[in-house]
């Protein structure tokens, strides 16, 4: 984790929200996804429609992301109304990309 989120994070929600504006706006150079609990609701066909681009995922933090930064990305989606920690985040994702390509390909991991 960024030195300044972690350290933001422990000062307030305002400043936690910027510092991963901060983080990861320069990494907004593809299809840019912020997860986030008020996103869209896709389901797992929907999911794998995004796999036509290159993206990138953003996973914010316990008090999301600022306004301006969920504007800036061409997407915002959710992946449950429930909010998880970082760790299981990456893992829920992780496990969706791999189900979405796996449809993609025609793979039987998710049965059709």
């Given at each position: 984790m960024n030195k300044n989120i972690s350290k933001a994070q422990s000062i307030g929600e305002k400043e936690a929200r910027k510092s991963?504006?901060?983080?990861?706006?320069p990494f907004m150079k593809t299809y840019s996804i912020c997860l986030d609990v008020q996103g869209e609701k896709l389901d797992t066909f929907e999911f794998a429609k995004l796999f036509d681009k290159n993206i990138s995922f953003f996973i914010g933090g316990a008090y999301g992301f600022e306004?301006?930064?969920v504007s800036k990305c061409d997407r915002s989606i959710s992946l449950s109304g429930l909010t998880f920690s970082h760790k299981l985040a990456k893992t829920v994702?992780?496990?969706?990309?791999?189900?979405?390509?796996?449809?993609?390909?025609?793979?039987?991991?998710?049965?059709?």
């Open positions: 991963y504006t901060e983080a990861f706006s306004t301006s930064f994702l992780y496990e969706q990309i791999y189900r979405a390509l796996c449809i993609k390909n025609n793979h039987p991991y998710h049965k059709n």
